[in-house]
């Protein structure tokens, strides 16, 4: 019980080196756990969670946590066994576990609880409490980041009025999460440091043989590119124009990487006009039938406060709204060997 206590204890403190806001940022969780006891069995425990987190809003900030409370509350026939036994307190110590993922980073933790000394009544449910200290912890990267709880394992040591041992001495207690309840404490997307550059450069478009110019913005690992035009010829004398538009699909996440970053962009294209002869061939609402993925990442000579290159390749699907030539269009741009060359620069 204290067990459990000592575990949500522990991810708490987790959880402040996890939790991503730019302010004190309160949490306050119920969840139950069934533990083994000597003599009595599988019992369920109730576990509330209370802390408040200070965090930065930035990759490489530094977490810390307040106000951290976490009771556990007995049930009577745990109360009653105790009391067979002649227990007139309890007190141990625990080791949590829990999950912390940042980005590509994921990070089990075994964290140790003090498990205060707390009065055993004769009978009826009574309430524990544990505590730890959370050291300040840095994130060092952008994306989504959770914490997750997962078992504990307490030592505990049940003591008569005389504060000898009971006949059960020290035992442990291994405890699980029960079913049906959300294992995360806290899920969110840290954000990079408030950078925004202004975006210059190309894009290949492989199956066109061509390129077409890329300007717009990059604002934290979300890419916000303006609409451009590429020039074709199909079959070497058949000129033909696109018109691109990339626009981010849902949320989009990335990675810091030293002074660099990787976004993992996932992106919309649409084709609103293309012409061949100089005469439309397609309906306003030509667009690829699925989101395109796309790591753009810096390359050499890239630092945050200057900007520099970024690159990266992609696959076009399938296009999908483009009317009667849809099929045909499709197999003038699907495939992959696409790619971006892109500079940025602060803005």
Same mark, same amino acid.
Request: with cysteine; charged share 10%.
């Given at each position: 019980?204290?067990?459990?206590?000592?575990?949500?204890?522990?991810?708490?403190?987790?959880?402040?080196?996890?939790?991503?806001?730019?302010?004190?940022?309160?949490?306050?969780?119920?969840?139950?756990?069934?533990?083994?006891?000597?003599?009595?069995?599988?019992?369920?425990?109730?576990?509330?969670?209370?802390?408040?987190?200070?965090?930065?809003?930035?990759?490489?900030?530094?977490?810390?946590?307040?106000?951290?409370?976490?009771?556990?509350?007995?049930?009577?026939?745990?109360?009653?066994?105790?009391?067979?036994?002649?227990?007139?307190?309890?007190?141990?110590?625990?080791?949590?576990?829990?999950?912390?993922?940042?980005?590509?980073?994921?990070?089990?933790?075994?964290?140790?609880?003090?498990?205060?000394?707390?009065?055993?009544?004769?009978? !009826?449910?009574? =309430?524990?409490? $544990?505590? #730890?200290?959370?050291? *300040? /912890?840095?994130?060092?990267?952008? +994306?989504? @980041?959770?914490?997750?709880?997962?078992?504990?394992?307490?030592?505990?040591?049940?003591?008569?009025?005389?504060?000898?041992?009971?006949?059960?001495?020290?035992?442990?207690?291994?405890?699980?999460?029960?079913?049906?309840?959300?294992?995360?404490?806290?899920?969110?997307?840290?954000?990079?440091?408030?950078?925004?550059?202004?975006?210059? !450069?190309?894009? =290949?478009?492989? $199956?066109? #043989?061509?390129?077409? *110019? /890329?300007?717009?913005?990059?604002? +934290?690992? @979300?890419?916000?590119?303006?609409?451009?035009?590429?020039?074709?010829?199909?079959?070497?004398?058949?000129?033909?124009?696109?018109?691109?538009?990339?626009?981010?699909?849902?949320?989009?996440?990335?990675?810091?990487?030293?002074?660099?970053?990787?976004?993992?962009?996932?992106?919309?294209?649409?084709?609103?006009?293309?012409?061949?002869? !100089?005469?439309?061939?397609?309906? $306003?609402?030509?667009?690829?039938?699925?989101?395109?993925?796309?790591?753009?990442?810096?390359?050499?000579?890239?630092?945050?406060?200057?900007?520099?290159?970024?690159?990266?390749?992609?696959?076009?699907?399938?296009?999908?709204?483009?009317?009667?030539?849809?099929?045909?269009?499709?197999?003038?741009?699907?495939?992959?060997?696409?790619?971006?060359?892109?500079?940025?620069?602060?803005?």
């Amino acid at each position: 019980m204290r067990t459990v206590r000592s575990l949500l204890a522990a991810c708490v403190l987790v959880f402040a080196v996890a939790a991503p806001a730019s302010a004190s940022t309160p949490v306050d969780k119920q969840l139950s756990f069934t533990c083994p006891f000597p003599l009595i069995g599988l019992q369920k425990l109730a576990v509330e969670v209370k802390a408040s987190f200070e965090v930065p809003s930035a990759p490489g900030g530094t977490f810390t946590t307040a106000d951290l409370a976490v009771a556990v509350t007995v049930p009577d026939k745990s109360t009653r066994g105790l009391a067979l036994v002649g227990a007139a307190s309890i007190e141990g110590t625990a080791s949590a576990g829990v999950t912390l993922a940042n980005g590509p980073l994921t990070l089990p933790l075994a964290l140790p609880l003090t498990v205060a000394k707390t009065a055993v009544p004769a009978s !009826g449910p009574f =309430t524990t409490n $544990a505590s #730890g200290s959370v050291p *300040p /912890v840095q994130l060092p990267n952008a +994306g989504r @980041t959770t914490l997750t709880i997962g078992g504990f394992s307490a030592r505990l040591t049940p003591k008569k009025a005389d504060g000898s041992f009971t006949g059960l001495g020290s035992f442990t207690s291994d405890c699980t999460l029960d079913p049906g309840q959300d294992p995360v404490l806290l899920s969110f997307d840290l954000g990079t440091a408030s950078r925004d550059y202004a975006v210059t !450069g190309s894009t =290949t478009l492989k $199956a066109l #043989g061509t390129t077409a *110019p /890329v300007t717009g913005s990059f604002t +934290g690992f @979300t890419p916000a590119f303006d609409r451009t035009r590429a020039e074709f010829k199909v079959f070497g004398f058949v000129p033909g124009t696109a018109d691109l538009q990339f626009g981010p699909d849902g949320p989009q996440t990335g990675e810091i990487t030293g002074d660099g970053f990787v976004a993992h962009a996932k992106l919309a294209l649409a084709l609103p006009q293309v012409t061949l002869f !100089g005469l439309p061939v397609a309906d $306003a609402g030509c667009r690829a039938s699925a989101p395109i993925p796309v790591d753009l990442r810096s390359g050499s000579g890239f630092a945050p406060a200057t900007g520099g290159p970024v690159t990266g390749t992609y696959a076009i699907p399938a296009l999908t709204g483009c009317g009667t030539f849809t099929a045909y269009l499709s197999s003038l741009v699907q495939g992959e060997g696409n790619a971006f060359a892109l500079t940025l620069t602060p803005r």
